[in-house]
C-alpha cells in the first residue's frame, strides 16, 4: 500500500471503502505490516493484537460488502496508551510491572469498538504517565516521525508518534499536565483534553485523579470529532455564532516564545481578524502560570505515589531510579503543602468561570517551543501554559501552525469553559472551515 494510503482522513478512507477502492483486512492488514517493520526504529508501539484485530476487520469488511456498516468509524483503525485497560491485552503503563487489572476493557474502547473501530494495540508512554518525553527505561525511546532527533513529547508521545507517522488513523492519550497537548503539539497531530468527567477514567491507571483526562489525537480535526463523539457519545452540532471571542492569554516574557511561535500566533492573530471575529487580550489574574505549574506537580507526585505504592506493594524500588526519587519526594509532602495546593486549584476553579463570561475561547501556546532535541534537558516551564487546564478541569484543542521559520509546526491551544466540550469543538470546526488554522 502507497505511503499516502496510510494518511487518509475517516471521511477518505469511508468514502475509499464504498466505492470498493479498499477494504478494512487489508488495511489492516497493511497497518499491522508497516507497524512491524517500523516499531522497532520508532518505538510508538509496545504491543499489538494481529488475530482480534484481523477478526473485527473481517467483520467490518462483511458489513461493508452487505452495504451496512455501523457508521464513520467502521473499519477505522485506533490504538491506546499502555495505561488504558483493554480485554486481552496485558496492562504495564510504560512500567516493567504487569499489572494485575480487572480483564474488562474500559468504556470508551468497548463503545468504539462496538462502532465498529478496530483496535490496533497498545502505545508507548513515559514510565507511569510521569514524564513529558516518552523515553522509557523499559520499552525504549519513542521517536518522533517528524525529525528522529527530536522528543515526540509525553507522557503520551507514543499516541503522538503512531498518528503523526500513520500508523493507526486516531490514538488516545491521557493528558495529566499536558501529556496529550504537548505531544501533538511537538508531533504535529491534533490533541484533545476533555473537560472532567467527559469520559469516564475507570479502566485507566490514574496518575493524579483531580487533574487526569483521557482524550483523542488524531492527524485531522474532523477526525478529532468523529472519534470524540462515538468516544464521549457526545453529539457536536454546528457552531451557534459567527463571531467568536477569542482571548489571547498573556504570559510571562520568562516562557521564552521561539520565533516559530511568535510568528504563528501573529498568523493566527491576522486570520481571526480578517474573519470579523473578536479578538482581545484577556487578564487571567488569579493565575501564576509558575507557581501554579509547581503547585500541579506537588499535586501529581503525592497522587502518583500512593497509586504505584499500591501497585508495587510499597516496593517503589522496582520502579526507575528516577521515578523511585520522584514519588519518594510525593510520599513525604507536608499536610500543609497539599492543603495549600488543592486551594490553590479550587481557587482556580473559581475563577475559571469568570473568564469565559466575556470570551467563548481563550487562546494559548501549549509550549515555547518546537520540538527540542532528544539531547536537550527539558525546560522546566515547558508545561506552564498546559497544566492551567488540568487545574480548572477545562476542556483544551491543541492544534499544529506551520510556519516557514522551523520545519517544526508550532502548537497552540484553544481552552473553553468547563463542560462545554461540544461547544468548543463546533467552535474550532467552524474556525477550521474558514482556514484559520492553516
Given at each position: 500500500m502507497p505511503a499516502s494510503q496510510f494518511t487518509l482522513t475517516i471521511s477518505e478512507r469511508y468514502r475509499a471503502y464504498t466505492q470498493h477502492q479498499s477494504d478494512p483486512v487489508t488495511f489492516v492488514q497493511d497497518s499491522l505490516d508497516r507497524i512491524e517493520g517500523e516499531n522497532p526504529f520508532f518505538r510508538s508501539f509496545v504491543y499489538t493484537d494481529r488475530t482480534n484485530a484481523l477478526a473485527h476487520a473481517?467483520?467490518?469488511?462483511?458489513?461493508?460488502?452487505?452495504?451496512?456498516?455501523?457508521?464513520?468509524?467502521?473499519?477505522m483503525t485506533f490504538a491506546i496508551k499502555d495505561n488504558m485497560v483493554c480485554a486481552g491485552m496485558p496492562?504495564?503503563?510504560?512500567?516493567?510491572?504487569?499489572?494485575?487489572?480487572?480483564?474488562?476493557?474500559?468504556?470508551?474502547?468497548?463503545?468504539?469498538?462496538?462502532?465498529?473501530?478496530?483496535?490496533?494495540?497498545?502505545?508507548?508512554?513515559?514510565?507511569?504517565?510521569?514524564g513529558i518525553s516518552t523515553q522509557n527505561p523499559s520499552w525504549g525511546n519513542c521517536l518522533n516521525p517528524l525529525d528522529t532527533a527530536r522528543s515526540p513529547g509525553g507522557s503520551s508521545g507514543g499516541s503522538a508518534a503512531a498518528v503523526a507517522a500513520g500508523l493507526c488513523q486516531f490514538a488516545f492519550g491521557t493528558d495529566?499536565?499536558?501529556?496529550?497537548?504537548?505531544?501533538?503539539?511537538?508531533?504535529?497531530?491534533?490533541?484533545?483534553?476533555?473537560?472532567?468527567?467527559?469520559?469516564?477514567?475507570?479502566?485507566v491507571v490514574p496518575l493524579c485523579t483531580s487533574l487526569d483526562s483521557v482524550g483523542p489525537l488524531s492527524r485531522s480535526l474532523a477526525d478529532l470529532c468523529a472519534a470524540y463523539e462515538v468516544f464521549a457519545h457526545q453529539k457536536i452540532l454546528p457552531a451557534d455564532r459567527d463571531v467568536i471571542r477569542v482571548g489571547v492569554a498573556g504570559?510571562?516574557?520568562?516562557?521564552?516564545?521561539?520565533?516559530?511561535?511568535?510568528?504563528g500566533l501573529q498568523t493566527l492573530l491576522k486570520r481571526l481578524s480578517a474573519q470579523g471575529h473578536h479578538v482581545m487580550d484577556v487578564e487571567l489574574p488569579e493565575?501564576?502560570?509558575?507557581?501554579?505549574?509547581?503547585?500541579?506537580?506537588?499535586?501529581?507526585?503525592?497522587?502518583?505515589?500512593?497509586?504505584?505504592?499500591?501497585?508495587?506493594?510499597?516496593?517503589?524500588?522496582?520502579?526507575?531510579?528516577?521515578?523511585?526519587?520522584?514519588?519518594?519526594c510525593g510520599i513525604t509532602v507536608s499536610a500543609e503543602k497539599i492543603q495549600l495546593a488543592t486551594g490553590r486549584q479550587r481557587a482556580l476553579i473559581r475563577a475559571s468561570h469568570r473568564w469565559?463570561?466575556?470570551?467563548?475561547?481563550?487562546?494559548?501556546?501549549?509550549?515555547?517551543?518546537?520540538?527540542?532535541?532528544?539531547?536537550?534537558?527539558?525546560?522546566?516551564?515547558t508545561a506552564q501554559a498546559c497544566c492551567l487546564a488540568n487545574l480548572t478541569g477545562c476542556p483544551a484543542i491543541s492544534f499544529p501552525v506551520k510556519t516557514p521559520l522551523s520545519h517544526l509546526p508550532a502548537g497552540f491551544q484553544l481552552v473553553g469553559p468547563r463542560g462545554r466540550d461540544a461547544h468548543l469543538l463546533a467552535l474550532a470546526s467552524k474556525l477550521q472551515g474558514q482556514g484559520i488554522f492553516g
Open positions: 473481517a467483520a467490518s469488511a462483511a458489513r461493508w460488502r452487505e452495504g451496512r456498516p455501523k457508521g464513520p468509524l467502521d473499519g496492562t504495564f503503563a510504560g512500567s516493567q510491572i504487569k499489572l494485575g487489572l480487572t480483564p474488562k476493557s474500559q468504556v470508551f474502547v468497548s463503545r468504539l469498538q462496538r462502532a465498529g473501530a478496530i483496535l490496533l494495540g497498545k502505545l508507548n508512554m513515559d514510565e507511569c504517565a510521569f495529566t499536565m499536558g501529556s496529550i497537548r504537548m505531544p501533538a503539539a511537538y508531533c504535529g497531530t491534533w490533541g484533545y483534553k476533555p473537560s472532567w468527567k467527559a469520559a469516564s477514567l475507570k479502566g504570559l510571562s516574557p520568562l516562557f521564552q516564545l521561539d520565533e516559530a511561535h511568535q510568528q493565575w501564576d502560570p509558575e507557581a501554579d505549574r509547581r503547585q500541579a506537580l506537588l499535586l501529581t507526585v503525592v497522587a502518583g505515589a500512593r497509586v504505584w505504592s499500591e501497585f508495587t506493594t510499597n516496593d517503589l524500588g522496582r520502579l526507575s531510579p528516577a521515578l523511585q526519587r520522584a514519588f519518594d469565559f463570561q466575556d470570551v467563548d475561547l481563550i487562546l494559548m501556546p501549549v509550549t515555547p517551543t518546537v520540538a527540542p532535541l532528544q539531547s536537550e534537558p527539558v525546560a522546566s516551564h
